[in-house]
């Protein structure tokens, strides 16, 4: 469903991405993990659409079709949801109602009917108890006030109620504790499905123990550098990126040309 | 301020010579219009030079020549119909000249007054006779002294003390049909101890380039609860320079809700006297402006008495070329102890030509009081727009919900239904994708 190659971003003329390849099918739930600024955020900020960031070169095909002629509200409605590393918060504009207006785009984009109101709140109620959110979260202000594991979970709602086909987490796991961490993984568990990939950005292996991942890869400055399947979470755990960076580093050396 | 009179100054002096012109005055002030007359040929108009009207330039209505109107320009109810909420009642003034026939004054309780000023002050009204002039001192500035000397008429709303009148009162003023024409609306509104009354003060135009140059007086007797709004929707070829003056009694409730659409020019003046213990003084805005439009709005809040709370909060939404100036003054007396003001000014440019003076200011002579005041330009916040984007909405629609967000806690304030309905589908036709707004909120 998602297939990136060669992707080169760049960020007021700094290269972040540098040729990065991954594919995602159906059903399948990939980790990325990485050291800090290695370009996790940058490859789920520029699967969103944000425009700050430059695509320099290569390709993103989602379903069939070049995502990056897509702004990023078609993205959504195509099935792409991304749950920000910092949710924003929205004074002046409740989660209620931000969420209706969401829904009701993707679903006339998707030529479904609008839902009523109605229907709307049954729908919201019932994800709520999912990722067990407090109501009175929801007609406060997006975010606003929100404690940081009260965003992240909001943002698993948001996802639930909106149903994409690939969801990118971007840290989702930061600064939950271990019963919100639970909450959370739930939430996405009850959404895995056959149709549905997930790309979960993490830098705990904890999280993979609840979100069973099938791929596991490595991203260090801007390049995918090793995959493997959820054992290599633990390796990483273990023994940190110093020991990936470093025989990195030695493979790079040896290949070099005699005499370089 | 003692700028020389230019040449075509004088054709507003002698606008005061015309044969017609209304002379009509508060006995207790004989000679006031001459005197102000007289206080105008002294001051002329203000220029930048003068620090309250550093950022905006009256040099146009300086040079214009406007007609003064000595009678009001035809206008029929139909012609009205967008301004006129027909649930409230209503006194209609055409080129300041009280209509009775495109007005609607019954059902009020008795002893209540509502109508023409200088049919108030003629019938010998002592109420009207006491209170007018009294807390507006035309010496102070150019425009008060104009209204002072050139009034035709204006509203007059009395209401006896412990009064409660349930019906909205809508005054409405209208730039009749025609060019240049000016009026100097003259509004007297008097609230008795105890009394309740909410006030909806409609600006609208029908004629191009007028000049509407109102004074409010607007005194609210002991525990006096006045809900006053003030609805700008004159033609954005329009100039409007307007001074409101609240006095208030001890315990006085007094609110105000300046919404500002319309007008080309629009300079807004507020006076707020705090002349009592206990007041409760609230002063909300909103402007929006777009074009060339330009919006000055000028605060003073005198607390002369200890205990009172005054809340102002101002909000603006400026597109393409537009420019608003705030400046808001909260002056605390050395009485006034335990004053607790507040004072909010927040902008919101859509566009990197518009612009915005701000400038709020305290001045306390008192040491136990709690005053805070802040102002803000931004713009859109884009990871808020992108975050919309990102589930779905588009970006018109996205930026829209944002600047409604922006405008809400205006709207959420607004305690009149209809005013707050009308000010929301304005938003609502106003913004871009403004259905889906509509359909968010
Ligand atoms: N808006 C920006 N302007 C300039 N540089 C940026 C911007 N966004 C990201 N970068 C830089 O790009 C690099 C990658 O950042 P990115 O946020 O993608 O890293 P990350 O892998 O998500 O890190 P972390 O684990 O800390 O979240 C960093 O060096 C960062 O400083
Ligand atoms: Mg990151």
Redesign the interface.
Same mark, same amino acid.
């Given at each position: 469903m998602l297939k990136i190659q060669n992707l080169h971003v760049s960020i007021e003329d700094n290269e972040i991405l540098k040729g990065l390849d991954l594919e995602v099918k159906p059903g399948e739930v990939h980790a990325i993990m990485g050291p800090n600024g290695s370009g996790k955020s940058t490859l789920a900020q520029v699967l969103a659409g944000r425009d700050e960031y430059e695509v320099t070169e290569g390709s993103i095909d989602f379903q069939g079709e070049d995502l990056l002629e897509m702004d990023p509200e078609i993205r959504a409605c195509e099935g792409i949801f991304l749950a920000f590393q910092y949710p924003v918060e929205i004074p002046g504009v409740s989660n209620t109602y931000f969420l209706k207006a969401a829904l009701n785009a993707v679903r006339k984009h998707r030529g479904e009917n609008e839902l009523d109101a109605v229907d709307f709140l049954r729908l919201v109620r019932e994800r709520m108890k999912m990722v067990e959110m407090d109501e009175t979260l929801l007609n406060r202000p997006v975010n606003e006030g929100f404690s940081g594991g009260e965003k992240k979970r909001n943002e698993i709602f948001h996802m639930s109620v909106l149903e994409p086909k690939l969801a990118v987490l971007d840290e989702t796991d930061s600064g939950l504790d271990i019963d919100a961490l639970r909450i959370v993984a739930n939430g996405v568990n009850s959404l895995r499905a056959e149709d549905r990939g997930f790309l979960v950005i993490t830098h705990y292996q904890r999280l993979l123990d609840y979100i069973v991942p099938d791929f596991v890869h490595v991203l260090v400055d801007g390049r995918i550098v090793r995959s493997g399947g959820k054992e290599l979470a633990h390796e990483l755990e273990d023994k940190g990126y110093g020991w990936l960076e470093a025989e990195l580093a030695s493979e790079a050396t040896s290949a070099a040309p005699v005499g370089a | 301020m003692s700028n020389v009179v230019a040449a075509a100054e004088n054709s507003y002096l002698a606008a005061f010579d015309q044969p017609g012109r209304a002379t009509v005055e508060p006995t207790p002030r004989p000679g006031w219009r001459q005197a102000a007359r007289d206080r105008f040929a002294e001051l002329g108009f203000p220029t930048k030079r003068d620090e309250d009207w550093r950022f905006t330039n009256v040099g146009p209505v300086a040079r214009t020549e406007y007609e003064l109107a000595v009678a009001p320009a035809a206008v029929t109810l139909d012609q009205l119909e967008p301004w006129i909420y027909p649930e409230m009642a209503r006194a209609v003034f055409v080129d300041g000249h009280f209509v009775a026939g495109l007005s609607d004054l019954d059902g009020l309780p008795d002893g209540v007054r509502v109508g023409s000023l200088a049919a108030a002050l003629e019938g010998g009204d002592v109420t009207a006779h006491d209170h007018l002039g009294r807390y507006a001192p035309f010496d102070r500035q150019a425009f008060i002294a104009l209204n002072t000397a050139l009034f035709a008429d204006g509203a007059f709303v009395a209401v006896p003390a412990k009064t409660v009148v349930e019906r909205p009162i809508q005054l409405l003023f209208v730039a009749g049909p025609g060019e240049r024409r000016m009026a100097f609306p003259r509004n007297l509104i008097v609230a008795g101890e105890a009394a309740q009354v909410t006030l909806v003060e409609s600006y609208v135009g029908l004629g191009t380039e007028s000049l509407t140059c109102p004074v409010t007086e607007l005194a609210a007797d002991p525990a006096a609860v006045v809900d006053h709004y003030r609805l700008q929707q004159e033609r954005t070829d329009a100039t409007h320079i307007a001074l409101q003056h609240y006095h208030c009694e001890r315990a006085a409730n007094v609110s105000t809700h300046s919404l500002s659409f319309g007008g080309g020019l629009v300079r807004n003046d507020v006076w707020a006297v705090l002349d009592g213990e206990g007041v409760e003084c609230t002063l909300n805005g909103l402007y929006l402006t777009r074009g060339r439009q330009h919006v000055d709005n000028h605060m003073w809040v005198e607390h002369v008495k200890p205990n009172c709370n005054s809340y102002e909060l101002y909000k603006g939404i400026l597109e393409e070329q537009s420019r608003a100036v705030f400046n808001g003054l909260i002056h605390v007396h050395p009485e006034a102890q335990k004053t607790d003001a507040k004072q909010t000014n927040r902008n919101l440019l859509l566009s990197s030509d518009a612009g915005v003076h701000t400038n709020p200011q305290l001045v306390i002579h008192a040491d136990d009081v709690r005053c805070t005041h802040g102002s803000t330009v931004g713009q859109l $916040?884009a $990871?808020?727009v992108?975050? %919309? !984007?990102?589930? @779905? #909405? @588009?970006?018109e =629609? =996205?930026k829209s %919900? %944002?600047i409604?967000?922006?405008a !809400? $806690?205006i709207v959420d304030r607004i305690r009149l239904e209809s005013v707050r309905t009308d000010l929301e589908e304005f938003l609502f036709s106003r913004l871009p994708k403004g259905e #889906?707004v509509r359909? =968010?909120?």
């Open positions: - | $916040d $990871d808020a992108f975050y %919309l !984007r990102s589930r @779905g #909405i @588009g970006e =629609a =996205a %919900l %944002l409604y967000a922006f !809400r $806690d #889906i359909q =968010a909120v």
